[in-house]
Nanobody
Framework: QVQLVESGGGSVQAGGSLRLSCAASGSTFSTYAMAWFRQAPGNERESVAA????????YYADSVKGRFTISRDNAKNTVYLQMSSLKLEDTGVYYC?????????????????WGQGTQVTVSS
């Protein structure tokens, strides 16, 4: 069982930056692929970025490419999402997810564990 705790959300003006963190319990963090998803009110949860267990494979949604960076520190059992040039449409609850294999994927159903989410609000 893995527990995920997100932090770093908040309110920011358009064009600003935020850094989200997701701390995972357990001693086998490097064997888990990790991902960030987000959900805006009335919308389905969508993938934002994913990273393999070793960090050598990374995927981004087209909507965030060039603005967001996913990274992980396996020594600290933590995955990060650096968000820059934030837009109004980036507003939502951001969720961290883990899957019990090292291969990253976009598929929401492939992830086994989820955090409670952290709110990101971008205003004009």
């Amino acid at each position: 069982q893995v527990q995920l705790v997100e932090s770093g959300g908040g309110s920011v003006q358009a064009g600003g930056s935020l850094r989200l963190s997701c701390a995972a319990s357990g001693s086998t963090f490097s064997t888990y692929a990790m991902a960030w998803f987000r959900q805006a009110p009335g919308n389905e949860r969508e993938s934002v970025a994913a990273i393999s267990g070793s960090g050598d494979t990374i995927y981004y949604a087209d909507s965030v490419k060039g603005r967001f960076t996913i990274s992980r520190d396996n020594a600290k059992n933590t995955v990060y999402l650096q968000m820059s040039s934030l837009k109004l449409e980036d507003t939502g609850v951001y969720y961290c997810a883990a899957r019990r294999v090292t291969t990253a994927t976009w598929r929401k159903s492939a992830y086994d564990y989820w955090g409670q989410g952290t709110q990101v609000t971008v205003s004009s």
